[in-house]
């Protein structure tokens, strides 16, 4: 988890401190920085904590906001996962097309977000939470109360379905059929430019998205299955009923049947920057010199250093020449060795 953060915390200082680095594809990365850090920080210790003490420590105004702020930010990382994917897609398969400008990109990650908060609205309509007497009568609650949805097992079902189809499947074909399509027009531009720098470049980022994408389908794709499995009841002791049955259900148990699956959706908000930080040569570049200030203020004092050195009139200036009446070729000859001397 702190790993994450400080990973997050990098890319979104590192980019926006470079003005150079404001292309549309790292401002979709700050964003999908942004959203992992919302994950790490309002998703992962609560659900860690209801998940061991099966009990909700806070008002139902907290449970309520809770769950809306989870699911927006689960939603802009999907979302904007599919939007990296559709920028890439251009940029390869369509070279010559007119780049987005920072304003249109800033204008459509403002869309995701807002498309993101909609798409959270009902599921906290449904939440409640129940008092502690009822908690630890009936939702096998030992120390206080339990902030659960109050829906129908038939509304549950197809709420699951609907989930995992726009948040993991839809998502996951789209930006699977956008990669092998780059990867195809990257193969034939392969075989026409040989060697070429942005060719390069662009196989190299093609390989960074196919790996953040890797991730998101390892890491997302246990827990949507628990929440089919729930929902449908297909898997007994993973149910809220055999739950009720249980007085102390063992730890083993709980990391099983809900902890592994949801540490590891939240895994993909820890392991991004590290695949921007080993695949992408600028990122490399300037999370060196974010993490090491110390010699990037003693490289900018060297360089100035040798600015004033090489503004120095040398023993061999045109005046001293003049001065001492050395011919022209001797004078050349020895400017030339002069300034081949200051720049070693």
């Known amino acids: 988890m702190v790993v994450g953060i400080c990973g997050n915390c990098l890319v979104v200082y590192v980019v926006s401190r470079n003005k150079h680095m404001w292309t549309s594809m790292n401002l979709f990365l700050t964003n999908l920085a942004l959203s992992d850090l919302l994950v790490l920080v309002f998703c992962l210790p609560p659900t860690v904590l209801n998940d061991i003490t099966k009990t909700f420590w806070l008002s139902e105004g907290f449970c309520k906001a809770m769950l809306f702020v989870q699911n927006t930010s689960v939603y802009v990382s999907v979302l ?7 920028e890439r897609w251009k940029a390869i398969s369509k070279p010559l097309s007119i780049a987005l ?9 403002l869309f995701i977000w807002l498309f993101a908060a909609f798409l ?4 906290p309509f449904t939440l409640k939470t129940f008092s502690a007497e009822y908690a630890r009568k009936n ?24 989930q995992t189809l726009v948040l993991f499947i839809a998502p996951l074909l789209v930006i699977s059929a956008l990669c092998v399509h780059m990867n ?8 026409q430019q ?19 994408v890797l991730v998101f389908a390892i890491s997302y794709m246990p827990v949507h299955l628990h929440n089919i499995a729930a929902a449908f009841q297909f898997d007994r002791w993973g149910s809220d ?14 990391a099983l049947r809900k902890f592994i699956p949801r540490v590891m959706s939240y895994s993909s908000s820890v392991i991004n920057p590290i695949t921007y930080n080993f695949m992408s040569e600028k990122f490399r570049k300037e999370f060196r ?46 400017l030339s060795q002069s300034s081949a001397a200051q720049m070693l």
């Open 80 to 86: 904007t996962l599919v939007a990296i994917s559709l």
């Open 101 to 109: 400008p920072s304003k249109t990109t800033c204008q459509f990650i």
């Open 120 to 123: 959270s609205l009902p599921e």
């Open 139 to 162: 939702l096998n609650t030992k120390w206080g109360t339990r902030c659960k949805e109050s829906w129908s097992p038939s509304f549950q079902q197809k709420y699951q379905l609907i």
């Open 184 to 191: 195809i027009v990257l193969r034939q531009k392969a075989l």
């Open 194 to 212: 040989i060697g070429s720098r942005h060719l390069r470049e662009r196989q190299r980022a093609m390989r960074m998205l196919i790996a953040v």
């Open 241 to 254: 009923e055999d739950e009720q049955q249980q007085q102390q259900p063992s730890l083993i148990l709980i």
């Open 289 to 334: 010199r974010a993490c090491c200030c110390g010699e990037q203020r003693k490289e900018s004092l060297n360089r100035k250093e040798s600015m004033m050195a090489f503004r120095r009139p040398s023993s061999f200036s045109p005046a001293n020449a003049q001065k001492h009446h050395i011919p022209l070729s001797r004078r050349c000859t020895a």
